[in-house]
């Protein structure tokens, strides 16, 4: 994958986007969520990705994805590096991988060409997230935390899915 924050210049663009998100960040066509904590119960021993566990995974529905998208577009992002972020989902450290509770996917329509797009996100349990974003077809890492009043509207949003999932 490619990481425009290789440079300065790229850096300065990426924070530049970070802090614009509250108007640049484009709908997404769908997200994934995923209840880590319930998969990692059963087996602590490895990071488990969105795609690995089918039946814990739920579509959301097209109103909660915007609510989730204006979580991300008021929060507080930092930006960081696809080091720091793929290191902290590829650790052999498996408290992280309990710490896990969430992990999202957004589906873009098309390429997403001009638009910023939400891309792999973690949120551990205490609200600290590690998110991607998506610009022609380059990658942003951010960090950043949500309060416990936002983490409680993700979980209600995940209750509500799986509820209804067939």
């Known amino acids: ?4 924050s290789n440079t300065i210049k790229n850096n300065i663009a990426d924070v530049e986007e ?3 998100v509250s108007t640049n960040l ?3 066509e769908d997200i994934l969520l995923l209840d880590s904590s319930k998969v990692y119960e059963k087996d602590d021993s490895k990071n488990i990705a969105i795609e690995d566990d089918p039946e814990g995974v739920v579509h959301i529905y097209k109103e909660d994805i915007y609510t989730i998208e204006n979580l991300y577009k008021n929060a507080k992002l ?3 590096t696809q080091s720091e972020t793929l290191n902290f989902v590829r650790t052999k450290d498996k408290n992280i991988y309990t710490k896990t509770k969430y992990q999202i996917m957004s589906y873009i329509q098309g390429n997403g060409r ?3 797009y939400l891309g792999r996100g973690y949120i551990l349990d205490d609200g600290t997230f590690y998110q991607g974003f998506f610009k022609d077809g380059n990658t942003i ?6 309060t416990e009043s936002e983490m409680k509207v993700i979980e209600d949003i995940y209750q509500r899915a799986i509820e209804k999932k067939p």
């Open 114 to 116: 001009g638009g910023l």
């Open 18 to 20: 970070l802090s614009n």
């Open 78 to 80: 930092t930006l960081t």
């Open 141 to 146: 890492y951010a960090k950043g935390k949500f």
């Open 26 to 28: 484009q709908d997404s």
């Open 1 to 4: 994958m490619f990481n425009r």
